[in-house]
Nanobody
Framework: QVQLVESGGGLVQPGGSLRLSCKAS????????MGWYRQAPGKERELVAIMTSGGIRNYADSMKDRPTISRDNVKNTVYLQINSLKAEGTADYYC???????????????WGQGTLVTVSS
């Protein structure tokens, strides 16, 4: 399993910005995609954005907060920059990574513990 640790959540005012980080640790695997999901109170977890190791980005159409996903493949870290945050952006944000384990070969996945983002004045 890929071990992931998120950081960067907190309280932000409406219209403000936030940058989340997620670092993968461990060895013996090659990360293919890294991404962000979020789960608002009382709602299901939903995709925010994912990014492949080759730089292809995919954003959920529903993300009105205009996030930007980026990653540093050397550091095995993925970032999520969210600007112009609105109240509906309040959620637990989870990092996800899909990877290929070398020996024995298999696909593996990991989830972070989540970082809370609260948008409020």
């Amino acid at each position: 399993q890929v071990q992931l640790v998120e950081s960067g959540g907190g309280l932000v005012q409406p219209g403000g910005s936030l940058r989340l980080s997620c670092k993968a640790s461990g060895s013996g695997y090659s990360i293919k995609t890294m991404g962000w999901y979020r789960q608002a109170p009382g709602k299901e977890r939903e995709l925010v954005a994912i990014m492949t190791s080759g730089g292809i980005r995919n954003y959920a159409d529903s993300m009105k907060d205009r996030p930007t996903i980026s990653r540093d493949n050397v550091k095995n870290t993925v970032y999520l920059q969210i600007n112009s945050l609105k109240a509906e952006g309040t959620a637990d944000y989870y990092c996800n990574a899909a990877a290929e384990q070398m020996v024995p070969w298999r696909t593996i996945e990991g989830w972070g513990q989540g970082t809370l983002v609260t948008v409020s004045s």
